[in-house]
C-alpha cells in the first residue's frame, strides 16, 4: 500500500540543472521526514537532502548551495532541484519516508552528469 515513485531523473550535461520529483502515496505524508539519497557503481549509499514535515532541511555539504529540497503536502510529493551538477553528482538518487518507529524506499531513478 505503501509507495514512493521517484521520477525526474536523466542525463544532463555538466553545469546543467534537473528537478526530481517524490510522489508518495499510502502515508499521512505530512507526518513523515522525507529525504534524498544517492549512491553511485562501488560506493556506499549517502544522504544527499532532508526535510521534516514542517519545512526544516538539511543538506550534505558536497550539495549544499546547489541543491535544494522543498515538499508539497497538499500533493504528498517531495521535490530535489539540482543546479550545477557535476560528474560526481551522477548517482541513482532514491526517495526515503520515515518516522521514528518506520521507513520506505523507492526504487530510485538515475541520474547522469556528462563532462
Known amino acids: 500500500q505503501v509507495q514512493l515513485v521517484e521520477s525526474g531523473g536523466g542525463l544532463v550535461q555538466s553545469g546543467g540543472s534537473l528537478r526530481l520529483s517524490c510522489a508518495a502515496s499510502?502515508?499521512?505524508?505530512?507526518?513523515?521526514?522525507m529525504g534524498w539519497y544517492r549512491q553511485a557503481p562501488g560506493k556506499q549509499r549517502e544522504l544527499v537532502a532532508a526535510?521534516?514535515?514542517?519545512?526544516?532541511?538539511n543538506y550534505a555539504p558536497s550539495v549544499k548551495g546547489r541543491f535544494t529540497i522543498s515538499r508539497d503536502n497538499a500533493k504528498n510529493t517531495m521535490y530535489l532541484q539540482m543546479d550545477s551538477l557535476k560528474p560526481e553528482d551522477t548517482a541513482v538518487y532514491y526517495c526515503?519516508?520515515?518516522?521514528?518507529?518506520?521507513?520506505?524506499w523507492g526504487q530510485g531513478t538515475q541520474v547522469t552528469v556528462s563532462s
Open positions: 526515503r519516508a520515515n518516522t521514528k518507529m518506520v521507513e520506505y
Open positions: 499510502g502515508i499521512i505524508f505530512s507526518g513523515y521526514t
Open positions: 526535510i521534516t514535515g514542517g519545512g526544516l532541511t
